[in-house]
């Protein structure tokens, strides 16, 4: 069956097939541009204006004041 552009004569199946088809390629399209436009438009902060995270050190000791001394 090769395509024809004369939709009337096509059955309701056919129609609702192709309907579904480019709804989920449209929808396609703007989930691939919202995601990876993100990658495409990244920008590293420079060196010096990046803050290192604050780091909390815990250290377990009892009965250990000399050797922590």
Known sequence: MLFDPNFTEHPLYLLI????????????????????????FFKEKPPGKQRLPSVSIVIAAKNEYLNLK
């Open 17 to 40: 097939l192709l309907g579904s088809l480019g709804t989920s390629v449209f929808i396609f399209l703007i989930y691939y541009w919202f995601i990876f436009s993100r990658l495409a």
